[in-house]
């Protein structure tokens, strides 16, 4: 096992500072010049670790959409990059990428007296019928948003609170997995992978390879991300992990199910899931619970299907054995 470097501190995973390049970038200098680490270049079995969504906005205790859970899924997550550094060959994360007016935020939505809904609201056919809600604009695109979101059978539409907003403290990745990536960059000589997602106002994008919904009013508002899944899928074998395990990860994983098996179902086996290095969205408190509320449900249910897929569901702990 590698050892890990002596700056790395698990119980900071919690904290937001800025990154200690100076510090992590001499460290990983002194551990590539001892030559017992080959760059990834060198790698026979070229594996990519690909965290989704590991920003501050839902790994920090604080942050409006905190998972529970995610720090100690950050702490799993950083360790195991650094036991396994020899044979990560590609370090990649998605970064959520949003601004105030979007669909799924208070100020697209105001209710019958003129407020901005609260966040965990969610919005209906039935409720943009009966005008207990109308969109600040586009009101048309809208309401075909909603019915499709309905017919599809996807996740309801939800008002989620202000999150991971483009130039703010909570769009960046978490400052102890920063670091791992960059010691990563330096000691193999691999460039660290940045995919954004989540940029359209009249979509949310939960995966990171595709938008909820592609098209309104016979206009594009999004499509399958091929270049970065084929990044991926070139690797012998991805690890995935991140936030959060009922929502972006089990979307992106959804969406890489459906592509491999159109290309090659066999080609499953290649993806890997750190289950302990991820967590549910808690269901909203909403009695009674509608069943497509129950997201801790929803993640464990589909987990068992991809697994009988062929995608490997395993922990931080096991071996990584090529």
């Not at 993806?271 to 302990?276: M, T, Y």
Request: glycine share 6%.
């Amino acid at each position: 096992m590698i050892p890990r470097p002596t700056f790395y501190d698990p119980d900071r995973a919690a904290d937001v500072y800025i990154e200690r390049a100076d510090l992590v970038a001499s460290a990983a200098t002194a551990a590539r010049r001892t030559g017992k680490i080959p760059a990834a270049a060198k790698d026979a079995v070229r594996v990519a670790a690909f965290g989704i969504d590991c920003q501050i906005g839902f790994a920090t205790p604080g942050a409006s959409l905190f998972v529970p859970g995610a720090v100690e899924d950050t702490q799993r997550a950083t360790g195991w990059i650094y036991d396994n550094l020899d044979k990560i060959t590609l370090l990649a994360f998605s970064l959520d990428t949003h601004r105030v007016f979007q669909i799924f935020h208070p100020a697209w939505w105001l209710d019958e007296h003129g407020r901005h809904p609260e966040p965990f609201t969610t919005i209906t056919v039935k409720d943009l019928r009966d005008g207990k809600y109308r969109p600040v604009a586009h009101p048309q695109e809208c309401l075909e948003y909603v019915k499709r979101l309905e017919k599809d059978g996807k996740y309801m539409l939800t008002v989620w609170p202000y999150h991971t907003l483009l130039g703010g403290v909570s769009h960046a990745l978490v400052p102890s997995l920063m670091e791992a990536a960059m010691y990563h960059a330096i000691v193999r000589s691999a460039q660290t992978h940045f995919e954004t997602k989540g940029t359209h106002a009249m979509t949310e994008n939960y995966s990171v390879l595709s938008p909820e919904v592609r098209e309104l009013g016979g206009k594009s508002v999004g499509t399958f991300n091929a270049a970065f899944f084929k990044m991926l899928m070139e690797y012998d074998r991805v690890y995935v992990f991140g936030q959060a395990k009922s929502h972006c990860v089990l979307s992106t994983l959804r969406d890489m199910q459906e592509h491999v098996a159109a290309i090659d179902p066999v080609m499953m086996q290649k993806i890997w899931v750190l289950e302990d290095a991820m967590s549910p969205v808690p269901p909203p408190p909403v009695r009674p619970l509608p069943p497509a509320l129950d997201f801790p449900r929803i993640a464990d249910e589909a987990f068992r299907e991809l697994e009988k897929a062929g995608m490997r569901i395993v922990k931080t702990t096991d071996p990584v054995n090529l």
